[in-house]
C-alpha cells in the first residue's frame, strides 16, 4: 500500500493563472495584429441546446471580447439539417472577417459530425481535428493546427518544468479529441516521452497506470482513477470533466474529475484539480490557434512560430 504520509505534498497545477498568463500574451499579439489592420475573428457554431455546450460556447465569445478578437456565434436549432450545416460552414470558410471556426462538439445525432469537420477549410480549423492538420500534427509539421485540449496538457507540463524526456507516459483514453493527439504530443521530438495509450478494452488498467511517472486521464467516468492504480512521485493530469447531481449547489451539479482527488493527490508529484486545471488551459489554446489562423492567413506580411517552434 502507498504510503501518503512519506510523500511531499503534492505540486497543484494551476490551469487558470497559466491560462491568464497564456491570455495577456494573447491580448498582446492581438493589439500588434491590430495595429498592422489584422483583427483575430473567431466564428462558433452551436447546434441544438446542449446545456454544458452553452456555457463552452458563451465562454469562448467572452474570452474574445476580453482579448479584442472579433467572435461571432451562430446559434442553430437542433433540427438543423447536414445540408443547412454544411452551408454554414461553406460561407465562413470564405469570409475573410473569420480567421477560425469552431463547430461545438457534440451536435445531435443526425448530424454526421466527421463530414462537418472535413467541410471546415483547414487553415481555419482552430479545433485542429480536420484530417489535413491530423496529418501535419503526424509529421510535426509547424503550421497545423495543435487539437486544444493535448496542446494545454503540454503547456501545463512544460511551464511547471516537468521533465517529460524519457518518462513512461500513460493515456487513459483514445479519442480524437484529447488522447489520441495527445499521444502524438508526448511522443514527439518535442516531449520524447515513452507513451502507452490505454482504453476502454485495456487489460489491467490500474496496472498499466502503476507504471506512468505521467498519468493523464481523460476517460469521462468519475474518480475512476484510484490511490492504487499511482506510482508514487507520479505526476496525473485530469481531463476529465464530470457532472455530477449536486442539490447543494445552486446549479444543481459538481464538477469532478476522473482522479479520485483527494486519495491520489498525497501520492503525487504534480497533480491538475477539477475544476481549473486542464479546462482553462483548453480555451486559452483556442486563442493562440485564432492568432496562428490570422498570422497565417496573412503570412507573406508577417512570419511567426506557432506551437512546435514556440516549444522547441
Ligand atoms: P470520449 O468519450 O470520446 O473518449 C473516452 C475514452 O475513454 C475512450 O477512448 C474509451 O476507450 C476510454 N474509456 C471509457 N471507459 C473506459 C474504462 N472503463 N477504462 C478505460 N478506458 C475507458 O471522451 P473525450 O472527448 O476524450 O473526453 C474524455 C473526458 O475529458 C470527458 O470527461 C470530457 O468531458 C473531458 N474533456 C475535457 C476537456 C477539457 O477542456 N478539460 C476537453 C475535452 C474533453
Not at 497564456?22 to 495584429?33: F, G, H, I, N, S
Not at 493546427?145 to 511547471?160: H, Q, R, W
Not at 520524447?192 to 488498467?205: E, P
Not at 493562440?288 to 507573406?300: C, V
Request: net charge neutral.
Amino acid at each position: 500500500m502507498h504510503s501518503a504520509a512519506a510523500m511531499n505534498p503534492p505540486r497543484i497545477l494551476d490551469g487558470k493563472a497559466l491560462a491568464t498568463t497564456v491570455l495577456a500574451t494573447c491580448r498582446a499579439e492581438a493589439a500588434a495584429l491590430h495595429a498592422q489592420g489584422i483583427t483575430p475573428g473567431l466564428a462558433v457554431v452551436l447546434v441544438g441546446e446542449d446545456p454544458a455546450s452553452q456555457v463552452y460556447v458563451a465562454s469562448k465569445a467572452r474570452t474574445c471580447a476580453e482579448l479584442g478578437f472579433y467572435s461571432r456565434k451562430i446559434e442553430l436549432p437542433a433540427t438543423t439539417t447536414q445540408q443547412e450545416l454544411l452551408d454554414v460552414v461553406c460561407t465562413l470558410n470564405a469570409d475573410p472577417a473569420i480567421h477560425g471556426i469552431l463547430v461545438q462538439s457534440p451536435p445531435p445525432k443526425h448530424i454526421d459530425e466527421a463530414a462537418i469537420i472535413r467541410a471546415i477549410d483547414p487553415r481555419k480549423d482552430v479545433d485542429g481535428f480536420h484530417p489535413e492538420n491530423v496529418a501535419k500534427l503526424v509529421l510535426e509539421d509547424p503550421s497545423g493546427f495543435v487539437p486544444c485540449t493535448p496542446a494545454g496538457c503540454i503547456k501545463l507540463l512544460d511551464s511547471a518544468g516537468l521533465a517529460t524526456a524519457g518518462a513512461e507516459a500513460v493515456i487513459i483514453g483514445r479519442s480524437m479529441i484529447v488522447g489520441k493527439p495527445l499521444a502524438l504530443l508526448l511522443v514527439s521530438k518535442h516531449s520524447n516521452a515513452t507513451v502507452t495509450i490505454a482504453h476502454s478494452r485495456s487489460r489491467d488498467l490500474p496496472a498499466i497506470c502503476r507504471r506512468a511517472d505521467i498519468l493523464i486521464a481523460a476517460v469521462g467516468r468519475p474518480e475512476i482513477v484510484k490511490a492504487s492504480w499511482i506510482k508514487p512521485g507520479a505526476v496525473v493530469i485530469d481531463v476529465g470533466i464530470n457532472r455530477l447531481a449536486d442539490a447543494t449547489k445552486k446549479s444543481g451539479y459538481r464538477l469532478t474529475g476522473d482522479v479520485a482527488y483527494d486519495e491520489v493527490a498525497p501520492l503525487c508529484a504534480a497533480i491538475t484539480p477539477v475544476p481549473g486545471g486542464v479546462g482553462p488551459m483548453t480555451i486559452a489554446m483556442l486563442m493562440q490557434n485564432t492568432l496562428q489562423a490570422a498570422r497565417q492567413s496573412e503570412f507573406k506580411k508577417i512570419q511567426k512560430p506557432n506551437f512546435f517552434l514556440d516549444h522547441a
